[in-house]
């Protein structure tokens, strides 16, 4: 079992800044890939980022790539999600994951290959 806990949610205005943290506690974090997801209200669960185990791999979806970088401390079981330049469409609840990959390097976009979720932290971009 792998235990997330998020932080680091809140208002902004657009155009400001916000890091998102992600506690991991239990198994080894570094054996995990990580991911970051959001959720608007009235819409399905998103991709947003992943980063590889040890860091050096990362993935964004297209809306956040120049804007949101991903990054890990595995000495500090963390992964945090930077958003800068931030948008109203940006607002959603904010989710961290963990995928037990195995051997696969292969950095998934789908919420259906993590294994393990945090509770959310909201995060609302306003005009």
């Known amino acids: 079992q792998v235990q997330l806990v998020e932080s680091g949610g809140g208002l902004v205005q657009a155009g400001g800044s916000l890091r998102l943290s992600c506690a991991a506690s239990?198994?080894?974090?570094?054996?995990?890939?990580m991911g970051w997801f959001r959720q608007a209200p009235g819409k399905e669960r998103d991709f947003v980022a992943a980063?590889?185990?040890?860091?050096?791999?990362?993935t964004y979806t297209d809306s956040v790539k120049g804007r949101f970088t991903i990054s890990r401390d595995n000495a500090k079981n963390t992964v945090f999600l930077h958003m800068n330049s931030l948008k109203p469409e940006d607002t959603a609840v904010y989710y961290c994951a963990a995928h037990d990959a195995g051997s696969s390097w292969y950095l998934s976009p789908r919420g259906s290959d993590y294994d393990y979720w945090g509770q959310g932290t909201q995060v609302i971009v306003s005009s």
């Open positions: 239990g198994r080894t974090f570094s054996n995990y890939i």
């Open positions: 980063i590889s185990r040890s860091g050096d791999k990362t």
